[in-house]
């Protein structure tokens, strides 16, 4: 009796596995139009280190999915599934890496109640740019005024693992911007709101220091930072903002500034060096920006509402950013004595946000609105390059792109086309290479914010966005009921101990942000 | 005595049912709205995975039968009365041989059962009037009574195990089980850091539920200290009624001083606004007329729903223009009734945010079956459809809602059918038609403008009359009939 057991258990053994593993596609009708799929990777250009590009059909009939990606070598990778196509982690890698800077063939055949259809290969292209390891954002609800459970993420790019840097479950309050030197993981900018607000600095032995960042001699806390890349200084901004809502219209709320200031901190000296340029009651500033040299500050600069001229019914949609320039020493922390600017947006009824210089010094990318400064509830908002000179002066970082039609600022700055989409485009920060740019988007449903790429190339030409990967796409951004907020790069896993870092939010001890004399 | 023994747990359960049936319900139904539960992977992962989560679980799942708050009422008696049996249990072992298990039975014929659960008897409800006490607590949750209920269990079941190694490895292991089942629930313990979940607020120490689980070491430790005491007591079996009849009073006057009806009262209003039951609303208002926030506005709005607001406003309390359309809270309790205020007039994106930021204000960070269902329904008649389709999706993988999103998804960018639909096509037909700003507060211009988007907006035009009624605008009210009667 025990002689037969052990075939028989064989048999079932290679039945079961034959059973889970993937169905052959046979007698596929062949479909002329390339996969619908979601997330829509058709035609991207990828970096070589990036995670699985897992799909599935946007038909959601389908029974099951298959792919296909084969480069010009022989070379094959395949997967099959009922919701989704799962590459495997290591095969996936693998097939990347032999084929940097070269292209690979995907072919999809979906199976529905009427049989297989194999529809016309895409085409993915390997970018021998590659990615930073990571990228860092705060996960939130879109919300108004309240919130729930919030905190700050760090996603590794090249694998799907999530992990948390900080959440508020932690403590009583909420976490707001964070920012990295360059995406360096241990220099680390983060806001703490609520009943134990503070704004932490970490050290580049790991500390985590609690400031108070109001000081008598500014408007209230710094928000918005971004560092200098000697990584002494942080520009900040501070701003009194209020929101007001829509009636009746696709953009249902408006965040608005009644007051701006900017002013640069010293983390040497524990000193807000502050400029009257920049600190004008006329004018709103926000969101500074150092140049890739760091001898520039940009920032957005609007004429401000007369007092009392701002509030429900009044005329917040005639608040239009330029863009600005102004000189800032490193040596002495000093700024310029005259404001440059760069891009007139206001003069074409438009509105700058968000300015980021890519770290090569070549591009600066920002957000161009109707109005308004707070562009992710803005479903024009779209994204816009414009080269920066060098050193010498040379602006033909463009050469060769004609400006559109009603470009905006000077004849160079035109939209990242690749990049936009009909919905919202935000938020956005280059990598360190200046290859990648993660953006802000609102396309996927017009509410979630997801983070996409796409890779920019030495003319400032975008390719095609692509949303972060995930293992299960669909399922994933489905369920999720949160927003991805002000999205980073690092270069390798954050260095950041919330333990120390929550001893320091729940310990009401802040050291107090000076002011230069 | 032993079947007298069962018929006191079922008189008690009985109460249980009664009490939260009858008494309670609509604490019942606020628990339920407070909550999302989903037949989904990931979701049961991420609570189980925490210490105490799989309390937390089982608890999350009998809340979602709160819907009903008779079947609710019936889930909180069966657990309670199953705390008491296992309380009872620990009672009795103490005076058993560990290693013939006897004690398990309630029975006189064992050697001193009876007379010890004479004595100690009216003890083993005390764990379950404190979880009742507890649950009195509209923000205390169900996952704490099955953490005491795990720990009554796995206590019990090891005090019948024979004396030796076996037992003390198996001590280990129970520990680290019970820790995983049902967290730190004897070590006070900052809930939010540890993960667990037995009262919304994270920062509250559920002091009843730490008692009632001290109660799984007191119970032993007092019965084998009075062991030789209650073995020698006559009168057992009198005893034994009396500590049943001293418990049930006790209980009984602590149960009713401790339960908040008029909070009860408040949550009734709620849920007959979330159900859209006017009639019951006037019935009630005009059996006793409300004095409070949330009343008011409920009431407000059956009136308003009757076409009764502007003849009988004042016929009824009011609180001005708080219990009109009251500014909304940043709590997640008082925004929803005025979010139904705002949905049926049709000012769908306010009560959109009105009824998100409400369910952002839950303090456990759960979600809302009915706050899914009414953003859905806002979305829907905004026509954002893919975002309407997440929230049906979500709804999709409850027990409760799932028929209601599987009916709702086809009406998603079937313009004809929306608009023959009668809620959402009514609505949108009753929303504003131009864009301008608004704050915080509601203003005449607001309401105004909402009207005269409309004029059969009926319900606009009531809310602005009262409006200028309740605020003594008599200018206003004049201008509004001049431009009323304007051709």
């Known amino acids: 009796m025990r002689k037969h057991i052990l075939p028989l258990v064989t048999i079932l053994f290679s039945l079961l596995l034959a059973a889970c593993g993937p169905e052959p596609v046979s007698d596929a009708r062949q479909e002329a139009s390339q996969p619908a799929i979601y997330p829509d990777y058709i035609g991207v250009t990828i970096p070589v280190n990036i995670a699985p590009l897992n799909f599935s059909m946007v038909d959601e009939k389908a029974l099951l999915v298959d792919a296909v990606v084969a480069d010009s070598h022989g070379h094959s990778l395949s997967s099959q599934g009922e919701e989704a196509v799962d590459f495997d982690l290591d095969d996936w890698h693998a097939l990347l890496s032999q084929n940097r800077g070269d292209s690979l063939t995907v072919t999809v055949s979906a199976k529905y109640d009427d049989g297989w259809h194999t529809y016309r290969p895409f085409t993915l292209y390997v970018s021998a740019d590659s990615i930073d390891y990571g990228l860092c954002y705060r996960l939130i609800a879109p919300g108004h005024e309240v919130w729930s459970k919030m905190g700050i993420y760090e996603r590794d790019l090249s694998t799907f693992d999530e992990r948390a840097l900080i959440e508020n479950t932690q403590f009583e309050g909420c976490v707001n911007c964070h920012s990295f030197n360059r995406g360096n993981p241990s220099r680390m900018s983060l806001h703490i709101r609520g009943k134990h607000g503070a704004t932490l600095l970490t050290g580049d032995d790991g500390t985590v220091t609690a400031y108070n960042t109001k000081t008598p001699a500014t408007l209230g806390l710094c928000v918005y930072p971004y560092w200098h890349p000697s990584g002494r200084y942080i520009a900040y901004s501070t701003n009194t903002t209020r929101q007001t809502f829509h009636s009746a219209h696709p953009n249902r709320i408006e965040v608005f500034d009644e007051a701006s200031d900017l002013q640069v901190y010293d983390v040497e000296t524990n000193e807000l060096l502050l400029s009257p340029l920049v600190k004008q009651d006329s004018v709103y500033e926000t969101y500074p920006v150092f140049s890739a040299d760091g001898r520039s500050l940009y920032f957005c600069a609007a004429r401000a509402l007369p007092p009392n001229g701002s509030g429900p019914g009044m005329a917040i949609d005639s608040i239009r950013y330029n863009l600005c320039r102004i000189d800032f020493d490193p040596q002495t922390g000093t700024f310029g004595d005259h404001i440059e600017t760069i891009v007139d947006a206001a003069a074409q009824k438009k509105s700058v946000s968000f300015p980021r210089p890519s770290y090569d010094g070549r ?115 489905r369920e999720r009921f949160l927003s991805f907020n002000v999205p980073d790069f690092v270069t390798g896993p954050a260095r950041f101990d919330s333990r120390q870092a929550v001893r320091a939010i729940n310990d009401d001890r802040r050291k107090d942000f000076g002011v230069r004399k | 005595m032993r079947n007298l023994h069962f018929l006191y747990t079922l008189l008690f359960g009985v109460a249980v049912l009664l009490f939260f049936g009858l008494a309670y319900p609509h604490h019942l139904h606020y628990q339920e709205q407070f909550q999302l539960f989903l037949f989904d992977n990931n979701y049961v992962w991420d609570i189980v995975k925490r210490p105490g989560g799989v309390a937390d679980l089982l608890g999350r799942f009998c809340t979602q039968f709160f819907l009903y708050a008779w079947v609710g009422a019936a889930i909180i008696a069966v657990l309670l009365s199953a705390v008491q049996l296992l309380t009872l249990r620990l009672v009795v072992s103490p005076l058993q041989p560990p290693s013939t298990g006897g004690g398990r039975r309630l029975d006189n014929s064992s050697p001193c059962g009876g007379r010890l659960v004479g004595a100690f008897y009216g003890l083993s409800f005390v764990p379950s009037l404190l979880l009742w ?47 995983w089942l049902v967290g730190p629930l004897w070590v006070p313990a900052d809930g939010m850091t540890l993960g667990t979940h037995y009262h919304r607020y994270p920062t509250v120490t559920p002091w009843l539920l730490w008692a009632a689980s001290l109660f799984v070491v007191v119970v032993p430790l007092a019965v084998r200290a009075c062991r030789r005491w209650t073995g020698a007591a006559p009168f057992s079996s009198l005893i034994s009624h009396l500590s049943f009849l001293f418990v049930a009073v006790v209980m009984g006057v602590l149960v009713w001083k401790n339960a908040n009806m008029k909070a009860e009262r408040v949550m009734g209003y709620d849920f007959m606004a979330r159900y859209q039951q006017w009639n019951r609303i006037l019935e009630t208002v005009n059996r006793e007329k409300p004095n409070n926030q949330i009343g008011v506005t409920v009431q407000n709005l059956a009136l308003a729903m009757h076409g009764l607001l502007v003849d009988h406003l004042f016929d009824y309390n009011q609180n001005g223009l708080l219990g009109l359309l009251p500014d909304v809270g940043t709590d997640a309790t008082s925004p929803l009734p005025t979010a139904e205020a705002f949905y049926q007039l049709g000012m769908t994106s306010v009560a959109q945010r009105t009824v998100f930021e409400a369910q952002e204000a839950i303090l456990d960070f759960q979600k809302s079956g009915r706050c899914y269902k009414r953003l859905a329904q806002t979305y829907l008649i905004q026509g954002d459809y893919a975002v309407a389709r997440k929230y049906l999706a979500a709804l999709q993988k409850t027990l409760f809602y799932r028929a209601w999103a599987n009916e709702t998804l086809p009406l998603l960018g079937d313009e004809a059918a929306i608009a023959k639909h009668p809620e959402y096509g009514r609505l949108r037909q009753m929303g504003y038609k131009e864009d301008f700003y608004f704050g915080d507060h509601v203003t005449a211009d607001m309401l105004e403008r909402l009207y005269f988007s409309n004029t059969d907006n009926r319900l606009a035009f009531q809310y602005l009359v009262a409006y200028y009624m309740l605020t003594g605008d008599r200018d206003g009210y004049t201008k509004l009939l001049q431009k009323i009667q304007k051709p």
Request: glycine share 8%.
């Open chain 1, 363 to 477: 591009f600066l990318c920002y957000t161009l609105a109707d109005y308004g400064q707070f562009s992710i509830w803005h479903h024009e908002a779209d994204l816009w390059i414009i080269p920066l000179p060098s050193p010498d002066g040379d602006t033909s970082g463009l050469q060769g792109n004609e400006a559109p039609s009603g470009a905006v600022g000077g004849a160079a700055a035109r939209p990242l086309t690749g990049a936009n989409s009909p919905d919202t485009e935000s938020f956005h920060n280059w990598s360190t290479n200046s290859r990648w740019l993660v953006l802000s988007s609102r396309r996927d449903d017009g509410l979630y914010t997801r983070p996409y790429f796409c890779h920019v190339d030495t003319n400032g030409v975008a390719t095609k966005a692509f949303m972060l990967p995930q293992r299960n796409p669909r399922r994933f951004y």
């Open chain 2, 133 to 179: 006490l507890f649950l009195l607590d509209e923000n205390a949750l169900l996952g704490g009574v099955w953490a005491v209920l795990f720990t009554l269990h796995v206590v019990g079941m090891f005090l019948h195990r024979p004396v030796g190694w076996l037992r003390r490895s198996q001590l280990v292991v129970a520990i680290v089980l019970l820790y």
